[in-house]
């Protein structure tokens, strides 16, 4: 039952005691949450298989795009950082269990705005299996949610970095680009057609990782190794790659991107190199045998997603791109960097609008033609 004290009021006026049991108040603890909320640590009653591991993550999150934008309340902000801490524990082959949420509240924040960004948190933990457990509240001149989530794993089904080997195929789930698209249209108020604007608020709203494909393709074994593109696919693949000792080409005419974008695409003057560069778009890469691809295909089918091989694993010395224009270059590792990134005016996505550092110089040609043919 929400707490009958006004919305507007902020938390410098009320108090942290009075937010927390705000917070808590509205809350359903789970089953296995033994004495409820209330105590300095959670007691945690969860029970797991002799052979499963513990899978456990943490992220920070801010005010998302889709919060700044207009295009969805609060419940936005927790239902992001939530899912953002779930994204890795899902591509990892966990199960998410327990969430803990950390709140970094400047003082004129509302509790109204905290009960909606704990409301969406609550639901997002809720849509993958997971229940909050416990947390944190602190004062901070910028707001942030910073979220801890703890999973289960059968020690034989995880999916690390490392693992790729040559000859895999590179397979990239659901579509990438949408995000950044998304960004610009709304921002720079482009003109944009109903059925395109719904897949670009969705991308910007619905910042989710694809749970039930990735929960299905741990439990069927199909992933030597996986990451989320959550920083960006080139940065993606680099990781794959740098953590298994091997390299990658890739075709970019085979990055996914949304049919229903086809115009705004052009629009941008972006290719899907760049477009899928920015991250945010939640999805997956996964390094996958390719006597297991028809398998995938089903697999995906069976959980209304989309699967798409974009490139192939070779020998480590060989990071290729093979550009719209039919150029073999150089892969580069752009990816957003939280650190680096906020030395470039305008940030991560402004650096991969306004330049194509992802791609470098040309490469042996026969080289990568004969490899591709290989792996192909």
């Not at 942290?16 to 105590?39: Q, Y």
């Not at 680009?177 to 395109?196: E, I, K, Q, T, Y």
Request: charged share 20%.
């Amino acid at each position: 039952m929400e707490s009958p004290i006004d919305a507007d009021k902020t938390v410098r006026e009320l108090g942290e005691r009075f937010v927390v049991a705000d917070v808590t108040r509205a809350m359903r603890p789970a089953d296995f949450l033994l004495d409820g909320f209330g105590h300095d640590a959670a007691f945690v009653d969860l029970p797991r298989h002799a052979d499963d591991v513990l899978v456990i993550n943490t992220d920070r999150s801010g005010i998302n795009v889709a919060y700044k934008l207009g295009l969805a309340g609060p419940e936005c902000i927790g239902d992001l950082g939530v899912s953002h801490a779930v994204s890795d524990v899902v591509v990892a082959g966990g199960v998410p269990r327990a969430v803990t949420v950390a709140l970094l509240l400047p003082a004129d924040s509302t509790i109204g705005f905290v009960r909606g960004v704990m409301k969406g948190a609550e639901l997002a933990a809720e849509r993958y299996g997971a229940s909050i457990v416990g947390g944190d509240t602190k004062q901070n001149p910028k707001f942030a949610i910073v979220v801890t989530v703890v999973g289960t794993a059968p020690r034989n089904k995880r999916v690390r970095r490392w693992g790729a080997q040559p000859g895999d195929s590179l397979v990239v789930t659901g579509y990438l680009g949408s995000m950044l698209l998304g960004m610009m249209a709304f921002g720079n108020s482009l003109p944009v057609g109903d059925r395109a604007r719904r897949v670009l608020e969705s991308a910007l709203v619905n910042q989710r990782p694809p749970f039930r494909l990735g929960r299905a393709v741990a439990d069927a074994g199909l992933a030597r190794a996986g990451i989320d593109i959550s920083d960006g696919l080139p940065g993606a693949i680099h990781a794959i790659c740098d953590a298994s000792g091997v390299g990658a080409l890739v075709d970019e005419r085979r990055i996914p991107l949304h049919p229903e974008l086809t115009d705004l695409v052009a629009a941008s003057g972006l290719g899907p190199l760049q477009l899928s560069s920015a991250g945010g778009d939640w999805q997956f890469l996964y390094s996958v045998p390719p006597d297991r691809l028809a398998e995938l295909n089903q697999v995906a089918s069976s959980v209304g997603a989309v699967v798409g091989v974009i490139g192939t694993v070779v020998e480590r010395g060989m990071l290729a791109v093979r550009t719209t224009d039919g150029v073999w270059r150089r892969l580069e590792r752009l990816e957003h960097d939280s650190f680096a990134d906020g030395s470039v005016g305008g940030g991560h996505f402004a650096k991969v609008q306004t330049s194509m550092s992802c791609v470098g110089e040309r490469v042996d040609e026969r080289a990568c033609e004969r490899l591709w043919t290989i792996g192909a």
